[in-house]
């Protein structure tokens, strides 16, 4: 019995699958998928979309296939599979298909399994999901929270790129010059300023609700005798569920327009590479109180919600639909992306018994409803 959910994530953990790079696992799922039952489609981008059962409700559980780089080779060791992607989130995807499975007969629900692609980078693939509309009542999504912990928020994140430029000059009359590197500090210092201000105005503590920014590259000057005339800086924003994208970028051009009053002469130019808004998940909605009740039986514990600093695809999905979602799956989140990432199997199998639990819950309360 428990044999092949081992044996699935082996497989799953062998074939090695950063970012853009899914094509494999990708039609691994989709064979291993239809063998099971399932009838499975590959979207244009990669994602492999199986559906269990028919009529409603339709419960989308949508996992990742990729993972962040660097291949660990897969082992068992004291009853713990080591492998890049063990914890994120290849475990929880494989429980997720195995839970599914189980209902492929089901004549009173829909479930729905997307395998998507580029977690891990800009989301690709659950944008992709959202293209095609496909309506749901629930949504679970498979990342590593431990196995009787429930993740019901996310902060948003914010790249921003900011380019500063001076008339720039021979370093031996520095004084005549204005340098840009100097110059894109000093915006720098100015701007993190804002972290502090818009935390205050939240009124909790914490580094959930804390907005943070981060200097995260810097790019200017050529090392020889001249002051530099251009650098570029890179920030990263990570944002509370009390404040916006939007928000934090006004913010952003304010302190550059005050910068600009006492520097006239330097040219700041803001361009956004990338944004995902905050997200927090209603606690008490039916998928929530599905699976709080199923991680009880199976535990023997009182599961715990957390709210993460870092982002997930239900941050872009459950903003954009409204429906009820939660993020949960085995797994020690701390152990993302290290080099010794492992999960125990004896949570990996209970986490298949705690989703297959959750499906039949949403499928009992939506009946009764
Ligand atoms: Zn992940």
């Not at 269990?52 to 989308?60: D, E, K, N, T």
């Not at 498979?142 to 019901?152: A, F, M, N």
């Amino acid at each position: 019995m428990t044999d092949y959910p081992v044996r699935l994530l082996t497989k799953m953990l062998d074939i090695y699958s950063p970012s853009g790079k899914e094509k494999e696992i990708s039609q691994f799922l989709y064979e291993e998928m239809r063998r099971h039952g399932f009838k499975v489609r590959q979207d244009n981008v990669g994602n492999v979309i199986g559906e269990a059962g028919r009529g409603s409700p339709v419960i989308l559980l949508c996992g990742h296939m990729d993972t962040v780089t660097g291949f660990i080779p897969v082992r068992i060791e004291s009853n713990k599979i080591y492998g890049r992607g063990a914890v994120d989130a290849k475990a929880s995807l494989a429980a997720l298909i195995i839970a599914a499975s189980a209902f492929i007969e089901e004549k009173t629900a829909k479930i729905v399994v997307a395998s998507v692609v580029d977690e891990e980078g800009a989301s690709k693939g659950v944008k992709n999901l959202l293209k095609e509309k496909v309506a749901v009542d629930y949504a679970i999504f498979g990342e590593p929270s431990g196995v009787d912990k429930i993740t019901i928020g996310y902060k948003g994140d914010l790249r921003i790129e900011i380019t500063c430029k001076t008339i720039g000059g021979h370093s031996a009359a520095h004084w005549l010059y204005e340098s840009a590197v100097e110059k894109a500090i000093e915006i720098w210092n100015e701007i993190r300023k804002i972290s502090s201000s818009a935390t205050k105005m939240g009124g909790n503590s914490g580094h959930f609700y804390t907005l943070d920014s981060c200097l995260t590259g810097i790019r200017g000057g050529k090392g020889n005798s001249t002051v530099p005339s251009k650098c570029q800086i890179i920030l990263d924003f990570r944002i509370p569920p009390n404040l916006s994208v939007a928000q934090v970028i006004n913010e952003v051009h304010k302190v550059i327009e005050e910068y600009q009053k006492t520097n006239p002469k330097v040219s700041v130019k803001v361009k956004v590479i990338d944004f995902v808004e905050p997200f927090e998940a209603d606690a008490k909605s039916p998928v929530v109180k599905a699976l709080s009740r199923s991680i009880r039986e199976v535990t023997r514990r009182t599961p715990m919600l957390l709210r993460k600093t870092g982002t997930g695809d239900m941050n872009i999905f459950g903003r954009e639909t409204h429906v009820p979602v939660v993020t949960y799956g085995p797994g020690d989140p701390a152990l993302s992306h290290t080099a010794n990432e492992y999960i125990v199997v004896r949570e990996y199998l209970d986490s298949i018994e705690i989703y297959k639990r959750t499906i039949n819950k949403l499928i009992e309360s939506h009946e009764s409803a």
